[in-house]
């Protein structure tokens, strides 16, 4: 008997084992206080982040459906820290919820699908585990019961991804009838340019951007990420693009190799698109969360951009730019989520004169958006920096000045924000939020990712080192 | 042209007819009963191609429970000709001319592809004892990832269905 599986698994094995935990628990019904059960799921959502750190080698499981490396291990402790930071910062929201472990064991199967899914090397299972990350999801978008808003956004949500799913699936269904094969590796060199492939190639291309919702497929996100709770639309624009992102570059780079002069042009119009169209809605969004969700779109772009780099430069420099996003914009959506899990409030208005009570929250939310627009101190400007120039490499300026001048652009709604929090005297300032232990510690560790990354230049050279094989 | 070319024939045309029915017809009544015939042309393609468990599978599950509960729906809406919503002109030429677009670029696509000649009879995958096989060797982790993905969807269903007055303090949520 060898643990070959178990130890290559291991990610994928101690979600599973938590989810059962949790099941168990659930049926058991014996701990009825909901503080006690939040504290013993974030501790082993903290063990589940630890062990991934340790014991990591490459290989290859039932026959090549399963596949690992370094590069795929780092991506899934970056999610993994995502989902632990967010289960932080739900605490306040959670600790009154009815449905608290089926909100755990619902994100946790979608984590487990994004694990299986980057890990994927046969499109057979890259679609179950896009499957398992984006069904559940929809469900906990609706986790808000008695709001009708959140009803909405998750059957806005399952539809569209449905329809989305549909499209990519007959892509995929192309593909193989071209091919004969739902191998990565066998599938790749015996693609060739005929025109079913292409349009093969651009259905699958366009399931990829409904889910990254990079424009012209936009059009669900701002509905979905305003209806759905403050924690589910942070993983929806944090975990879930991320773990997109991660198995799109490799599809991209590997998989379509030989398209890669139709897939840098596709890439060209969808970012252009994203990145403006992102900005200029961001601007004169009133409701942070629809404004969170413009300004993923306009960030999606920016991945996108250094994509168009097609090597390993690209890959490095838009897994570096995940991991430093997930701080900014988890710390930015964890203010949202105290302000709404204590107030219900949610829009930028009511964020005038924050700062006057609530000054460690205001500087965590400063920090953030700065990071997120892209200023110096922060790491986001680094992160920025290496996906635009990991963009330029390829020499197409025109996309080039047009992307980083709506960098410009976007400076402005990010400090529009920070203007009502900081500048804005209203009649009545809001009163001071008591957040939870929980949260304080989720707000120092994504203040503290978004400063020390700037700094932690090893960390992009350890992961250059690590994508190219 | 032997007896397998005429078979494929009619359930071609029945296939193809069928689904133009589904799109064309007014009554979604009818829509959904073509539907129904759709799917027992195509699984009399895989009759032909051998796989009579995919066969037997399409029928159970898309004719049989996912057709009924379109009609349960359908009845439960009671859709008919003058509750159905007037699009404008704009919204159909647009939706004509991007549906027709696609529609061609397909029938290109597909025109220019070199089909190779299948060999009709001789495959076996589609036995179920080749399919059970594959299923618990090469097949085996997609098989039981399935089994959590229904998890999860029953466990949505029912946390959403089950909708009772929460605990927490929903006043100033609901404002």
Redesign the interface.
């Known amino acids: 008997m060898n643990f070959d599986a178990f130890i290559l698994m291991k990610s994928e094995m101690s979600l599973t084992l938590i989810i059962f935990f949790l099941l168990i628990l659930k049926v058991w019904d014996g701990i009825k206080d909901n503080t006690a059960l939040l504290h013993v799921v974030n501790f082993l959502l903290l063990i589940n982040l630890i062990t991934g750190f340790f014991g990591n080698t490459d290989g290859s499981l039932f026959s090549g459906m399963f596949h690992t490396n370094n590069t795929i291990y780092l991506e899934k402790n970056i999610l993994k820290l995502g989902m632990f930071i967010i289960s932080l910062q739900s605490f306040d929201w959670l600790k009154n919820h009815k449905h608290l472990l089926e909100f755990y064991i619902l994100m946790l199967c979608t984590l487990l699908g994004m694990d299986f899914m980057i890990s994927s090397n046969n499109f057979l299972m890259f679609f179950l585990g896009l499957e398992l990350s984006s069904i559940p999801l929809a469900a906990l978008a609706n986790f808000d019961l008695e709001k009708r808003k959140s009803s909405e956004s998750a059957l806005k949500m399952i539809l569209s991804s449905a329809f989305a799913s549909a499209i990519m699936l007959f892509g995929i269904s192309i593909l193989y009838g071209v091919t004969g094969t739902l191998d990565f590796t066998e599938m790749a060199p015996l693609l060739t340019t005929s025109q079913l492939s292409i349009l093969a190639f651009l259905f699958v291309f366009a399931g990829f951007a409904f889910k990254l919702s990079s424009v012209p497929f936009h059009l669900w996100t701002a509905d979905v990420y305003e209806g759905a709770p403050v924690s589910v639309t942070s993983y929806l624009s944090v975990i879930s693009k991320g773990s997109i992102v991660f198995i799109f570059i490799t599809i991209l780079f590997q998989l379509f190799k030989s398209y890669d002069t139709i897939w840098v042009n596709v890439l060209n119009i969808s970012l252009l698109l994203s990145i403006t169209i992102g900005n200029l809605f961001a601007m004169r969004q009133e409701n942070i969360k629809r404004f969170l969700a413009f300004s993923s779109i306009a960030q999606m772009g920016y991945i996108l951009l250094a994509l168009t780099n097609g090597t390993q430069t690209g890959e490095s420099a838009a897994i570096f730019f995940l991991l430093v996003y997930t701080f900014s914009n988890l710390g930015a959506f964890g203010v949202v989520a105290l302000l709404s899990a204590e107030t219900g409030k949610e829009t930028i208005s009511d964020m005038k004169g924050f700062y006057v009570n609530n000054k460690f929250a205001s500087w965590v939310m400063a920090i953030c958006l700065f990071s997120l627009a892209g200023i110096p101190p922060t790491a986001g400007f680094f992160a920025k920096m290496f996906l635009v120039t990991a963009g330029a490499e390829k020499g197409n300026y025109t996309v080039i000045s047009i992307a980083v001048l709506n960098m410009v652009v976007s400076l402005y709604y990010y400090l529009r924000i920070i203007k009502a929090i900081f500048i804005d005297k209203p009649d009545t300032p809001l009163a001071k939020l008591n957040g939870s232990m929980m949260m304080k510690i989720s707000f120092v560790i994504c203040i503290s990712g978004a400063i020390i990354m700037g700094f932690a230049s090893n960390l992009f050279e350890y992961i250059n080192t690590i994508t190219g094989k | 042209m032997d007896f397998y070319d005429i078979l494929f024939w009619i359930l071609s045309v029945m296939a193809v007819g069928c689904a133009l029915g589904v799109v064309l017809s007014r009554n979604p009544i009818h829509s959904v009963i073509f539907l129904i015939l759709t799917f027992f042309a195509i699984s009399g393609h895989y009759l032909i191609m051998n796989a009579q468990f995919l066969a037997i599978v399409n029928i159970i599950v898309y004719a049989g429970a996912i057709m009924v509960l379109f009609l349960y729906i359908l009845m439960l809406m009671n859709l008919n000709a003058d509750a159905e919503p007037q699009k404008g002109l704009l919204v159909q030429i647009a939706g004509i001319l991007s549906g027709g677009t696609l529609f061609l670029?397909?029938l290109?696509?597909?025109k220019?592809?070199?089909n190779e000649e299948i060999n009709k009879v001789s495959t076996n995958v589609g036995l179920i004892t080749n399919l059970g096989k594959l299923l618990f060797?090469?097949?085996?982790?997609?098989f039981e990832?399935?089994s959590?993905?229904f998890?999860?969807?029953m466990?949505?269903?029912?946390?959403?269905g089950k909708?009772?007055?929460?605990?927490?303090?929903?006043e100033?949520?609901?404002?």
């Open positions: 670029v397909l290109a696509a597909t220019s592809a070199h060797t090469k097949y085996v982790l997609p990832i399935s959590v993905l998890l999860t969807a466990i949505g269903a029912i946390v959403i909708k009772e007055p929460q605990l927490k303090n929903g100033e949520h609901i404002a």
